[in-house]
């Protein structure tokens, strides 16, 4: 089992990514129905973002629902907007407590009311906290945001603020919906699966993927104290030599 001593404080990812996945089988495992491990999901959130602020991390980005969870079953939609917005709103005194800023990513008019306004009033109250951001992706997916991002270039382009020919990578950059972070220099996903599933697609291009058995539910922070000692392990070449590195 891995504690903070193992890591190196110095050398922290100033980013981190989390698809969190396996509620829906963590609750078949205990005969339950799929809500119930969403539910229980709750529980690794609330211990991994207050692992990451302790530790010093600046950004947390939470893959809590994406463009394609639109197509589950309706009672399944329902419970985990229910969720979210009672999470949310819980929640928002654990963050102003923890100094933790809200923000999200994510088509929030595809949202319900609701849960929209919750989002909305917890990003609000946040907004001034410095030690972490906390950023949910709701209602995202990454082929949506460049489709959206590409829409915003061309209208400038047409407008005849842009020439097509200053477009370059910060162009791009900026106009996501992550304009202003930093990418994510670890990504992780639980369960076993190794996809990336429409995630920040654009913003992983170096990060170093982490994947665990653990189904979400059980994710804690030891998990997530594992994930990073494996980050800092590894040699991040950036496409040069490890000769080059260490000269
Ligand atoms: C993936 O498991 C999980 C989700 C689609 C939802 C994650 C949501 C939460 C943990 C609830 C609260 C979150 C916040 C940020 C307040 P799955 O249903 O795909 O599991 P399966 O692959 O086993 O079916």
């Not at 509620?23 to 495992?29: I, V």
């Not at 009672?75 to 969720?83: F, G, H, P, S, V």
């Not at 917005?85 to 809200?102: A, G, H, Y």
């Not at 972490?132 to 995202?140: N, R």
Request: proline share 3%; charged share 25%; aromatic share 8%.
């Amino acid at each position: 089992m891995f504690s903070k001593e193992d890591i190196n404080l110095d050398a922290l990812p100033k980013h981190i990514a989390v698809i969190m996945d396996g509620n829906g089988r963590w609750a078949k495992m205990k005969g339950k129905i799929r809500t119930f491990g969403h539910e229980n999901g709750v529980k690794a959130v609330r211990d991994t973002v207050e692992a990451a602020a302790e530790l010093g991390v600046s950004y947390l980005t939470l893959y809590a629902f994406s463009t394609e969870n639109w197509n589950r079953p309706k009672y399944e939609i329902n419970a985990l907007m229910t969720l979210l917005v009672s999470t949310i709103s819980k929640e928002t005194k654990t963050l102003m407590d923890n100094n933790i800023r809200l923000e999200s990513i994510g088509d929030m008019s595809a949202l319900p009311k609701k849960c929209m306004k919750e989002l909305l009033e917890a990003k609000a109250k946040t907004a001034g906290n410095t030690r972490m951001t906390l950023v949910l992706a709701l209602s995202y997916s990454s082929r949506w945001e460049i489709k959206e991002a590409m829409q915003k270039i061309a209208i400038q382009v047409k407008s005849g603020e842009l020439q097509p020919e200053n477009i370059n990578e910060a162009t791009i950059a900026e106009n996501l919906n992550t304009a202003g972070m930093p990418d994510p220099e670890l990504l992780i996903r639980t369960s076993g699966e190794h996809r990336i599933s429409n995630f920040l697609l654009w913003q992983i291009s170096y990060a170093e993927l982490y994947f665990t058995d653990k189904l979400w539910p059980d994710f804690r922070r030891e998990d997530l104290y594992e994930a990073i000692v494996s980050y800092q392990r590894r040699e991040r070449r950036f496409g040069k030599t490890s000769e080059q590195l260490s000269a």
